[in-house]
């Protein structure tokens, strides 16, 4: 059974700053994709970025990064230049076929 | 149309009553999934299809669900005699293979 942990409820951080939420998860499988996802307050999941784990090069997306350490299991997303549209949930998910997420983290942006 | 779309937005039933949600996937895409998502928690896995075929579902769909892709296009979830504890945001997602799954804006349940 796969299981993710997102050790960080809530994180906060200043408009045009840099915040990373982190990820780690449980897999046996070896070839598989990890995503981050977005939940505004409205309730939409937006993917925000995904990563195939046969590749070493980490996914850049904009503003929206990733460090992926395949042999520790840790998958965190970084968000440069933040802006006050990133405050969200955001939900770490490798994939399983079907995707199991995270708890999630709360991301606040302080204007 | 260029996303899923699900409906209805919003379900108010009362307790014991059937509900049935749609489901409309992007078009090309062959794999249908199911989400059950409750307040502060991660979306849930019920279920999920590839083409017409349902392959796989939780131990958290009881005989109470059911969910159909008849033509391996729109799915339907149905829940019978619903109960309170079936109150949640219903989530339906589509994807092309592993590729991650497009998600719709789900259907919120309320069960009185």
């Known amino acids: 059974a796969q299981t993710v942990t997102q050790s960080q409820p809530e994180m906060s951080v200043q408009e045009a700053e840099t915040v990373t939420l982190s990820c780690t998860y449980d897999t046996s499988e070896s070839d598989y994709y990890l995503f981050w996802y977005k939940q505004p307050p409205s309730r939409q999941m937006i993917l925000v970025i995904r990563?195939?784990?046969?590749?070493?090069q980490n996914a850049t997306e904009n503003r929206f990064s990733v460090n992926f350490q395949k042999a520790a299991k840790s998958f965190s997303l970084k968000i440069s230049d933040s802006q006050l549209g990133d405050a969200a949930m955001y939900f770490c998910?490798?994939?399983?076929?079907?995707?199991?997420f995270g708890k999630g983290t709360r991301l606040s942006v302080i204007a | 149309d260029t996303g899923v779309s699900q409906d209805p937005r919003h379900k108010i039933t009362k307790r014991g009553q059937n509900v049935t949600f749609r489901c409309d996937p992007i078009s090309e895409h062959n794999r249908l999934y199911w989400y059950r998502q409750t307040l502060g928690q991660g979306p849930e896995f019920l279920t999920y299809?590839?083409?017409?075929?349902?392959?796989?579902k939780s131990r958290l769909l009881s005989d109470r669900f059911s969910a159909e892709r008849p033509k391996g296009s729109f799915s339907t979830l149905e829940i019978q005699r619903t109960e309170q504890g079936d109150s949640a945001m219903y989530l339906c997602a589509s994807s092309l293979g592993p590729q991650g799954g497009f998600f719709g804006p789900g259907t919120r349940l309320t069960v009185l």
């Open positions: 990563q195939e784990a046969y590749k070493q």
């Open positions: 299809f590839q083409n017409e075929a349902q392959l796989e």
């Open positions: 998910a490798p994939w399983g076929t079907p995707l199991v």
